[in-house]
């Protein structure tokens, strides 16, 4: 089996090539992000590497051999943080005056600064010094980006001062960005509020003064998740997802609630996982119908949940389809960000937070 594989991948990959001689290479790097999405990253990343060796400096290509290595890297690919590192420094190095590179580029700085302090590995204050230093280029070239602005209020105000924290710059970021923006305004607000605030009644306080916006929905229910409501999330979820439906992927967070329910006391296990079960298949459901990574990691997550449950054969077979879907399918137990499968074209407005489970 091996063998017929070894031989398949590069007579995929000279169709592909054969496909795609003579396109913009703008094109077939949109070709090898198609590609990803529908989970032939090893194809992907043979069409990517074929257009960078015939031109080194299209950035659009880093940019996109960042985001597959990334993906990779959450899937048990045989890449490191480097690998994602470098390609997002040459998409800004050939094309400094894109927003989104850029972007980017700070994010995966600061995922190295992350990985840096959990792991105790490297210099992680000189890392988030360079991360913070990313985010304010960001800046520099689009002023109103809420989400760049709104990860400075996150580093400056949730770092120790030992690690780059600066409680007087984390506010006065978080009182420009509620100039700018309301509801992201209201997120730097919740980013700052003292322990013990109730960022749920934070939530629904706004949302009697502005209406039930989906964005506020969603940040009630998830403060809800952290206040141990599920329920009450649920019914805040349900809500947003029926004024946006492209916020169904919220359901995955009702399903990782329950995982982490037993992750923290695995006597719960029969009661959690069968709810978490019925949250992951309900994902599946809906519409809009999740892309094929998304589709891939849910049904990895309820492969895991039979395992635990005992049901080794059914384990199996969701962990069979997983593959067959997606051979790289993301391992981690937080949701891969949804920056990874926007368009390699289109400004990223995709924010997660590195200091929060939802």
């Known amino acids: 089996m091996k063998k017929l594989i070894c031989l398949v991948i590069p007579m995929f990959l000279i169709f592909v090539s ?23 990253a090893d194809a992907a990343k043979g069409l990517l ?23 990779l890297l959450l899937g048990g690919g045989q890449v490191s943080i480097s690998d994602i590192l470098i390609p997002a420094g040459k998409a800004v190095q050939h094309d400094p005056s ?20 959990e792991t105790g590995q490297g210099d992680p204050k000189s890392f988030v010094d360079e991360s913070i230093r990313e985010f304010e280029k960001v800046l520099a070239m689009k002023p109103d980006y809420h989400e760049a602005m709104l990860y400075l209020v996150e580093f400056y105000g949730l770092l120790p001062a030992d690690m ?10 978080a009182e420009k960005l509620a100039t700018l923006d309301g509801y992201y305004g209201a997120k730097a607000k919740a980013v700052l509020a003292t322990q013990g605030t109730d960022l749920v009644k934070f939530w629904e306080d706004l949302m009697i ?16 998740l ?34 982490m329910q037993v992750m923290q006391d695995q006597g719960k296990a029969g009661s959690e996982l069968p709810l978490a079960r019925t949250y992951f298949e309900r994902y599946l459901n809906t519409k809009p119908e999740p892309v094929i990574p ?33 051979p790289y399918f993301s391992r981690a137990a937080g949701i891969p960000t949804l920056l990874l499968f926007d368009p390699p074209d289109q400004i990223s407005h995709q924010y997660f937070s590195f200091f929060s489970w939802f």
């Not at 795609?20 to 090898?32: L, M, S």
């Not at 780059?164 to 970021?173: F, L």
Request: one cysteine or more; aromatic letters at 14%; proline letters at 3%.
């Open 294 to 326: 998304l589709k891939a990691y849910t049904t990895g997550w309820l492969g895991q949940v039979e395992m635990f449950l005992g049901n080794q054969p059914e384990a199996e077979k969701k962990m069979e389809e997983a593959k067959a879907m997606d």
């Open 98 to 117: 894109n927003v989104t590179y850029a972007y980017y580029k700070a994010l995966v700085t600061f995922f190295n600064a992350y990985f840096a302090m």
């Open 164 to 173: 780059g924290g600066d409680s007087a710059k984390a506010a006065g970021y």
């Open 18 to 40: 054969c496909i795609f001689a003579g396109i913009d290479p703008d094109k077939k790097v949109q070709a090898a992000y198609w590609l990803r999405m529908n989970g032939k």
């Open 209 to 224: 003064l502005g209406g039930d916006k989906p964005e506020y929905l969603r940040e009630a229910g998830k403060a809800c």
């Open 226 to 259: 952290f206040a141990g409501n599920p329920e009450k999330a649920e019914e805040y979820f349900n809500k947003a997802i029926q004024a946006d439906p492209s916020k169904n992927i919220l359901i995955l967070d009702l399903a990782r609630y329950h995982i």
């Open 49 to 71: 590497d074929s257009i960078l060796s015939d031109d080194s400096t299209l950035a659009i290509a880093h940019y996109e051999k960042a985001r597959l290595n990334h993906y």
